[in-house]
């Protein structure tokens, strides 16, 4: 029985996937526990296994194509079974043939008549019909194929379909950068569309070679998503950031008394972020304006400490979210920060653990970094940064000071406030045995 195979939806916040890697082709036997194939999202990737023994029947969806959560992307079943049931592209004109057989080499004649087409439209206008914009968005046919036949030089429907004969198409994922980039690609996707798979392929002046002069990188989308917020944050916020410094010492000595006895106590293995964010999360509540998104037109307080943890991972920075931290002790803020940061270095964290952060806290400290400047997480007020251990010295004796630097949006806290707030979350870590008695 042929038994389709959808893409998974990773959370409530998630609307598509991006297809990364097919481990399975068309005519490959499948057994239940294969991975048929790897996808993302903006920020976690995760691979679908089989669920049945079959052979694959079909493909609906190529490499680099981004797919809305819930549809078939596949089928596997008994050979000769139809799949035309399943394909999620059904009753969209002129959709590409269902890869159902390896590929058969066009016709030479074909493949020049096809070849020696070229663009008619250029620039970044063309008068386009409703009817055949909406049919060149479902197809992926380059419109700068299009010979115009309508009125005033209006390319119609019926042009559109032309291109779509000529088999000048893109992908879902790939259409846009296609159009964007005006390059005459060949497509080696279904139906020869031009895939993501196509567009990141270096040119060949780029391709690494020995004595070559550089090496250009497609970036992946994680990092298209970091510089994304990265940029807003900066271009659509008044950030400014306060440095202050506390010392360490009851820190330091809690926690070596922790770690003496972790074992015999049964205790994980708590580290001084942890500390940091339990001392932060008592704080928080008490200045409700850095615990809170601004919303441009109306500040939204918050009467939990969503934390977000800042960590890196081999895909880009990741900021997981430790909700309603006030509420949890230091054992649980330790166990729950060590399970989400592991779960984003695997690429399994669920992306509804991503989002809802009221405020982050984002640590340097364990590279040597004495002090820098945190870039917020809009909407969120605020973000502290943790810097290393220096030694200090006050009244003629030595101390190890540890930098805290507080970066908040302008517009929706003024400097003295947040000053307060910083001055407290001091307090509280160098006075930290009387903060967890608390």
Same mark, same amino acid.
């Given at each position: 029985?042929?038994?389709?195979? /959808?893409?998974?939806?990773?959370?409530?916040?998630?609307?598509?996937?991006?297809?990364?890697?097919?481990?399975?082709?068309?005519?490959?036997?499948?057994?239940?526990?294969?991975?048929?194939?790897?996808?993302?999202?903006?920020?976690?990737?995760?691979?679908?296994?089989?669920?049945?023994?079959?052979?694959?029947?079909?493909?609906?969806?190529?490499?680099?194509?981004?797919?809305?959560?819930?549809?078939?992307?596949?089928?596997?079943?008994?050979?000769?079974?139809?799949?035309?049931?399943?394909?999620?592209?059904?009753?969209?004109?002129?959709?590409?043939?269902?890869?159902?057989?390896?590929?058969?080499?066009?016709?030479?004649?074909?493949?020049?008549?096809?070849?020696?087409?070229?663009?008619?439209?250029?620039?970044?206008?063309?008068?386009?019909?409703?009817?055949?914009?909406?049919?060149?968005?479902?197809?992926?046919?380059?419109?700068? $194929?299009?010979?115009?036949?309508?009125?005033?030089?209006?390319?119609?429907?019926?042009?559109?379909?032309?291109?779509?004969?000529?088999?000048?198409?893109?992908?879902?994922?790939?259409?846009?950068?296609?159009?964007?980039?005006?390059?005459?690609?060949?497509?080696?996707?279904?139906?020869?569309?031009?895939?993501?798979?196509?567009?990141?392929?270096?040119?060949?002046?780029?391709?690494?070679?020995?004595?070559?002069?550089?090496?250009?990188?497609?970036?992946?989308?994680?990092?298209?998503?970091?510089?994304?917020?990265?940029?807003?944050?900066?271009?659509?916020?008044?950030?400014?950031?306060?440095?202050?410094?506390?010392?360490?010492?009851?820190? /330091?000595?809690?926690?070596?008394?922790?770690?003496?006895?972790?074992?015999?106590?049964?205790?994980?293995?708590?580290?001084?972020?942890?500390?940091?964010?339990?001392?932060?999360?008592?704080?928080?509540?008490?200045?409700?304006?850095?615990?809170?998104?601004?919303?441009?037109?109306?500040?939204?307080?918050?009467?939990?400490?969503?934390?977000?943890?800042?960590?890196?991972?081999?895909?880009?920075?990741?900021?997981?979210?430790?909700?309603?931290?006030?509420?949890?002790?230091?054992?649980?803020?330790?166990?729950?920060?060590?399970?989400?940061?592991?779960?984003?270095?695997?690429?399994?964290?669920?992306?509804?653990?991503?989002?809802?952060?009221?405020?982050?806290?984002?640590?340097?400290?364990?590279?040597?970094?004495?002090?820098?400047?945190?870039?917020?997480?809009?909407?969120?007020?605020?973000?502290?940064?943790?810097?290393?251990?220096?030694?200090?010295?006050?009244?003629?004796?030595? $101390?190890?000071?540890?930098?805290?630097?507080?970066?908040?949006?302008?517009?929706?806290?003024?400097?003295?406030?947040?000053?307060?707030?910083?001055?407290?979350?001091?307090?509280?870590?160098?006075?930290?045995?009387?903060?967890?008695?608390?």
């Amino acid at each position: 029985m042929a038994t389709p195979i /959808i893409m998974p939806k990773q959370g409530q916040s998630v609307e598509s996937c991006i297809i990364t890697k097919w481990h399975k082709k068309v005519g490959d036997k499948v057994s239940a526990g294969d991975v048929l194939f790897a996808y993302e999202t903006d920020k976690a990737s995760f691979e679908e296994e089989a669920k049945v023994d079959g052979t694959m029947l079909a493909i609906f969806f190529d490499e680099g194509d981004d797919v809305e959560c819930l549809l078939n992307v596949c089928v596997v079943g008994s050979d000769g079974e139809d799949t035309a049931q399943f394909d999620p592209r059904a009753g969209q004109a002129q959709a590409a043939p269902v890869v159902t057989e390896t590929p058969v080499e066009k016709p030479a004649e074909a493949a020049s008549a096809t070849e020696a087409v070229q663009p008619v439209q250029s620039g970044d206008f063309i008068k386009i019909s409703p009817r055949a914009r909406n049919l060149a968005e479902k197809s992926g046919a380059d419109v700068r $194929y299009a010979q115009p036949t309508g009125a005033n030089g209006r390319v119609i429907e019926r042009d559109v379909q032309k291109v779509i004969e000529l088999g000048k198409l893109a992908t879902p994922g790939a259409k846009d950068e296609y159009r964007q980039s005006g390059a005459d690609i060949e497509g080696t996707g279904i139906g020869g569309r031009v895939s993501a798979v196509d567009l990141s392929a270096p040119a060949a002046v780029h391709t690494p070679q020995s004595g070559a002069a550089f090496e250009d990188v497609k970036l992946s989308n994680i990092r298209k998503l970091i510089a994304k917020s990265m940029h807003a944050s900066l271009a659509n916020s008044a950030q400014l950031t306060l440095n202050s410094s506390f010392d360490a010492s009851d820190v /330091i000595a809690f926690r070596k008394k922790l770690k003496d006895r972790a074992e015999a106590l049964g205790l994980p293995n708590i580290t001084i972020n942890d500390i940091i964010v339990y001392a932060v999360s008592r704080a928080l509540l008490k200045h409700k304006d850095m615990n809170a998104h601004f919303m441009g037109e109306t500040m939204r307080l918050y009467n939990t400490a969503n934390i977000g943890v800042a960590c890196d991972t081999p895909r880009g920075l990741m900021v997981p979210t430790l909700f309603g931290a006030e509420t949890l002790s230091l054992t649980e803020i330790s166990q729950q920060t060590k399970a989400l940061t592991a779960a984003c270095k695997e690429g399994t964290i669920s992306p509804d653990l991503l989002t809802g952060g009221t405020f982050t806290i984002t640590n340097l400290g364990t590279l040597g970094i004495e002090s820098f400047t945190p870039v917020l997480n809009p909407p969120q007020t605020g973000i502290l940064g943790v810097c290393g251990i220096t030694e200090r010295t006050k009244n003629g004796a030595a $101390y190890p000071a540890m930098g805290l630097s507080l970066t908040f949006d302008h517009r929706a806290v003024d400097g003295a406030p947040a000053a307060r707030f910083l001055q407290e979350i001091v307090k509280n870590l160098e006075n930290f045995s009387l903060t967890l008695a608390l």
